[in-house]
C-alpha cells in the first residue's frame, strides 16, 4: 500500500513540475481530488522542491509531549486504588478507577481527567502500584541422541473421516497414536485404533525398538 502511495505523490509532483502555471483547480480536476487536498500538496512540493522524503509522507507522531497529569488528579487516582470506596470489595483495576474519577469525582474538571484506562495503567505503574512482570528466561533444552526418547500422543480421528456409531461409540470412536522422536523431530508412526490397550500400543513399539 506504502509503494502505491509513494507511486501517486510521485506522480503528482511530475505534474505540478510539468505544469508549474496551473491553478489550483486544474490539478483537481485533472487528479481527480478535492481543491483543499490539492492546495496541500501544493504548498509541500513548493516548499520542498527537491526533498523525496516528502513523497513517503508527512510523520504522525506527536510534535510536542502531551501536557502532564494535574497533581490533584493523580493524587485522586492513587488514593481510589489505596482506598477503594466501600462498594467495590476489591482493589480497583483501571476501568474502575476511571469509572470513579468521571462519575463520583465532581470536583475535578472533566477536561483533565484521563480518558484512556492505558493513561490509568501508566500512572499506577509509575507510582508503584502495579509491579512489572519480571521477564521469562526461556532455557534451551539439549535434545536427546536420536532414537532415545520418544514422545506418545492420542488423538481422536475427525468426526467427518470417522463418524460416530449408531449404537456404539460416540466420541473416540478411532483414536491414533503418533510417536515422535524427540531428538530428530522424526514421525515414526501414526496408527489408528478403535480399541487400544497397553499390549496393543506398547508391543509394537518395544519390537520396534530391538529391530
Given amino acids: 500500500m506504502e509503494a502505491h ?3 501517486d505523490r510521485t506522480a503528482r509532483r511530475a505534474l505540478w513540475r510539468h505544469y508549474p502555471q496551473w491553478p489550483a483547480r486544474a490539478f483537481a480536476e485533472q487528479l481527480d481530488r478535492s481543491l483543499s487536498w490539492v492546495r496541500k500538496w501544493l504548498a509541500r512540493f ?3 522542491p527537491e526533498d523525496d522524503a516528502l513523497l513517503w509522507g508527512l510523520s504522525r507522531a506527536r510534535h510536542h509531549p502531551p501536557p502532564p497529569m494535574p497533581s490533584v488528579v493523580v493524587e485522586r487516582l492513587l488514593e481510589i486504588r489505596d482506598h477503594p470506596p466501600d462498594q467495590l470489595q476489591r482493589t480497583p483495576g ?3 478507577i476511571l469509572y470513579s474519577l468521571h462519575h463520583r469525582s465532581p470536583d475535578l474538571v472533566a477536561a483533565q481527567v484521563p480518558r484512556s484506562t ?3 495503567w501508566q500512572l499506577l505503574r509509575a507510582h508503584g502500584r502495579i509491579a512489572p512482570r519480571p521477564r521469562r528466561r526461556i532455557a534451551p533444552l539439549d535434545r536427546p541422541a536420536p532414537l532415545e526418547s520418544w514422545h506418545l500422543d492420542f488423538k481422536d480421528a475427525s468426526s467427518s473421516s470417522v463418524p460416530p456409531e449408531s449404537e456404539g461409540k460416540q466420541q473416540h470412536v ?3 497414536l503418533d510417536v515422535l522422536d524427540v531428538g530428530t523431530s522424526l514421525l515414526l508412526t501414526a496408527a489408528p485404533a478403535a480399541d487400544d490397550t497397553a499390549e496393543t500400543i506398547f508391543a509394537p513399539l518395544v519390537a520396534r525398538l530391538r529391530q
Fill in 46 to 48: 513548493r516548499a520542498a
Fill in 118 to 120: 492505558r493513561t490509568i
Fill in 5 to 7: 502511495n509513494v507511486a
Fill in 94 to 96: 483501571p476501568k474502575a
Fill in 174 to 176: 478411532v483414536e491414533i
